[in-house]
């Protein structure tokens, strides 16, 4: 059964870097796409990106270019980098596996979903 | 970005009742979209995807419905465990946006 868990340091200072990992437990990260989440308190949920198994990703046009994911498949996780935090990226981070369901008939339609999600770590940005 | 518009945000219901939360799309989404139920301190739990589709070990009371811009979601007799907030998600175009959520809570 997969598992995952989100880490990283809970008190970033404004202008730094944010740096979370999210270790995952079973399957290789090797075969799925993995995605990132934020949730500010009291608020909806923002999707921030994703990055498929190849290393390819895809980032909110909000977030662009602040953001960066990697994969680390020897220890089976992969990380989110935001750079020049401010207040405003004060929230709880979630990262998620992407799965992948193909239509019957044609032509095939592919639909993308989150089917596994760690707990959350809460971020909070400030000096 | 295409929006998504929950409603109600809120709502009270009792155990046993039907609920039925709708999810609007600001342009045609086709079937892409899913349904998460949250709990605080718990991980997001996905219920429905491409509209329709409930995932594995989700209770059969939870259906999903839609096509186009206009989705909703049902808990037929709702349960305990059932109060907390639910989100619909677009999957038709990055970046995949959220409703604002809905919340439902115990009458």
């Known amino acids: 059964q997969v598992q995952l868990q989100e880490s990283g340091p809970g008190l970033v200072k404004p202008s730094e870097t944010l740096s979370l990992t999210c270790n995952v437990s079973g399957p290789s990260i090797s075969f799925y796409s993995w995605g990132w989440i934020r949730q500010p308190a009291e608020k909806g949920l923002e999707w921030i990106g994703r990055i498929s198994s190849n290393g390819n990703s895809n980032y909110s046009p909000s977030l662009k270019s602040r953001v960066s994911m990697s994969l680390d498949t020897s220890n089976n996780q992969f990380s989110l980098k935001l750079t020049s935090v401010t207040a405003a990226d004060t929230a709880t981070y979630f990262c998620?596996?992407?799965?992948?369901?193909?239509?019957?008939?044609?032509?095939?339609?592919?639909?993308?979903?989150?089917?596994?999600w760690g707990k959350g770590t809460t971020v909070t940005v400030s000096s | 970005d295409i929006q998504m518009t929950q409603s109600p945000s809120s709502l009270s219901a009792s155990v046993g009742d039907r609920v039925t939360i709708t999810c609007r799309a600001s342009q045609s989404i086709r079937k892409y979209l899913n349904w998460y139920q949250m709990k605080p301190g718990k991980a997001p739990e996905l219920l429905i995807y491409a509209s329709s589709i409930l995932q594995s070990g989700v209770p059969s009371r939870f259906t999903g419905s839609g096509f186009g811009t206009d989705f909703t979601l049902t808990i037929n007799s709702l349960q305990p465990e059932d109060f907390a907030t639910y989100y619909c998600q677009q999957s038709n175009t990055s970046p995949g946006t959220f409703g604002q959520g809905t919340k439902v809570e115990i009458q």
């Open positions: 998620a596996r992407i799965n992948v369901h193909y239509s019957n008939g044609w032509p095939r339609e592919t639909y993308f979903y989150m089917d596994v």
